[in-house]
């Protein structure tokens, strides 16, 4: 079940469906976590596609968590929490963001920069 209450977007404490966000800066693509490298943070459970991942995220959470807490970029611009698909993502300016479906994060594409702006305006109020 999805919590809609809290700053991070998780499926049963889990984060990102269990996507590794290590493997999007350093594989430039959504990899499946395991249960066996894990961390916690924020209140949910990370994982990791290795002990490394792990260990990077562990070392600069801020640097590899997707913004928002993983909730949609688009949703959160739009003034609402909505969850995300990690097949889902972009990385604009060294910092990760999933959208909820293919034509959220179409509209999503049109304009980046704005979006992101209206979201950092509206997150503090939806956390």
């Not at 999933?98 to 179409?106: A, E, T």
């Amino acid at each position: 079940m999805a919590a809609s209450k809290g700053e991070i977007y998780t499926e049963d404490g889990v984060a990102i469906n269990g996507t590794d966000p290590v493997a999007y800066f350093t594989q430039s693509k959504p990899v499946q976590g395991s249960a066996d490298y894990t961390h916690e943070w924020k209140g949910a459970t990370w994982r990791f596609a290795s002990a490394e991942n792990r260990d990077l995220f562990a070392a600069n959470p801020e640097k590899y968590a997707p913004q928002y807490g993983g909730w949609c970029a688009y949703g959160v611009a739009k003034g609402a929490k909505a969850t995300t698909e990690p097949e889902l993502w972009t990385i604009v300016d060294g910092k990760l963001y999933l959208n909820y479906s293919p034509k959220v994060q179409s509209t999503w594409e049109e304009d980046i920069p704005g979006y992101i702006e209206q979201a950092d305006e509206n997150w503090v109020a939806l956390q």
